[in-house]
């Protein structure tokens, strides 16, 4: 049997070492340099620096007889000599395995309060899980943690801490532990009110002077009162006549989601791809494809004749079992399997798309989305998305900062 089997056995005995204090350069090579001359073997080791203050905590097996008093003294008097503490720990073995079903849990806060943080660790425990390791993904636009945890499965604790987050008004995501969460995958997203602040019908619809009521329609039709397609032709059909030079006009008015540009060019970078699928129209989301370099982009089509709009759409319509279809086909496209898949809306006609890929995420959504998605955002920034992946703030701004 291995040193390491052993280990994992429990039956060998191992030394704690545990340094704390102010941070400075050199203390992990100090310590170790210490240990060496004990020809003792790593076990395990975690460091943590939090407002400066150093933990550092090595796992070493027992050194040779009689000789760990002196490795005790050597370590004692080091720490001393850094202006550290130190603190060494007899026992024996590793650390328990982590219990089966793991999944990350990402919070975000804006901000994060202590009451919330409570709250969704008790959740946690309630449901039989252990948190197994902390750590903070960004602190700003949000503060943004992420909960390594394990002992019970993911789908579980998805509904139990979606429950408690709706109450304290935090954004809790739960996705399943393992390899595919960092693996290539495709992220697609809904257009309006989620890659861009407006809703595109309603910046038609101000030029032709019926904005109020396409807007009714509009509302009616996200919060899941309406047929969309019904309300697409209902909509579309106020348009006929509007001369088709103020397609360029509202392109030139779109404005985009603050941090939708980092959310692509950082997904781009780690070689994700992105696309768009909407209930508006092409004569936009082929203008956002090229400016944004997206992959993919489908959404219905206004039929222009003249140079005039019909009031008529023309092709395929999108609508929400077509933003279904349209997530599926751009997987195949990409070579990707849905759970490897992320997608993003707000509106009901983006639920069916939500539930068919591996992450539906409700962004800023009517109250009808955010229950039924996996989980949700609700602060507005869609670049938060990106914690929701694992990735952190730091990693974004390092590839960004190569981008440029």
């Known amino acids: 049997m291995s040193a390491t089997e052993h280990i994992e056995s429990n039956d060998v005995p191992t030394l704690l070492v545990k340094i704390f204090g102010k941070d400075k350069p050199g203390i992990t090579a100090g310590l170790f340099e210490t240990l060496a001359a004990y020809s003792v073997d790593v076990v395990d080791l975690e460091q943590v620096v939090t407002r400066g203050r150093l933990v550092l ?105 979606a429950i408690e987050a709706a109450a304290l008004g935090v954004d809790v995501a739960v996705v399943s532990a393992g390899l595919q969460r960092r693996a290539q995958r495709l992220v697609v997203m809904d257009v309006d009110s989620t890659l861009i602040q407006d809703e595109v019908i309603e910046l038609f619809a101000a030029h032709a002077g019926c904005e109020e009521k396409v ?58 791809q992105v696309g768009v699928v909407s209930g508006g129209f092409t004569q936009v989301t082929d203008d956002l494809k090229e400016r944004l370099g997206l992959d993919f982009a489908q959404a219905n089509t206004l039929e222009i004749v003249d140079g005039k709009l019909t009031g008529k759409v023309t092709g395929e319509i999108v609508d929400r079992a077509g933003k279904a279809r349209l997530l599926r086909r751009f997987a195949e496209q990409a070579g990707v399997p849905l759970s490897q ?64």
């Open 57 to 161: 905590c090595a796992l070493v097996t027992e050194p040779p007889a009689g000789a760990e008093g002196d490795l005790r003294a050597a370590v004692h008097s080091w720490a001393e000599s850094r202006a550290v503490q130190a603190e060494i720990i007899s026992g024996s073995g590793d650390n328990r395995p982590r219990g089966v079903g793991r999944s990350h849990i990402t919070v975000l806060g804006h901000p994060l309060t202590a009451k919330s943080t409570a709250a969704v660790t008790a959740t946690i425990t309630e449901r039989g899980a252990n948190i197994d390791r902390i750590f903070r993904l960004a602190k700003y636009p949000v503060t943004a943690v992420e909960f390594d945890v394990s002992g019970t499965d993911t789908e579980s604790l998805r509904t139990a801490l």
């Open 215 to 272: 807007a009714e329609v509009t509302s009616a039709a996200m919060r899941g009162e309406l047929d969309f397609a019904q309300s697409l032709h209902a909509r579309v059909a106020l348009l006929e006549g509007l001369d088709a030079s103020v397609v360029d006009k509202v392109r030139s008015e779109v404005r985009l989601t603050p941090g939708a540009r980092t959310l692509i060019r950082t997904l781009k970078l780690l070689g994700y």
């Open 341 to 404: 898949t992320v997608a993003i809306g707000d509106g009901a006609n983006d639920l069916d798309m939500l539930n068919a890929a591996g992450l539906g995420v409700a962004f800023n959504a009517k109250p009808v989305v955010r229950e039924a998605a996996h989980t949700a955002v609700n602060v507005p920034f869609l670049d938060t998305v990106l914690y929701l992946l694992g990735i952190t703030r730091e990693e974004v701004e390092a590839a960004n900062a190569h981008a440029d």
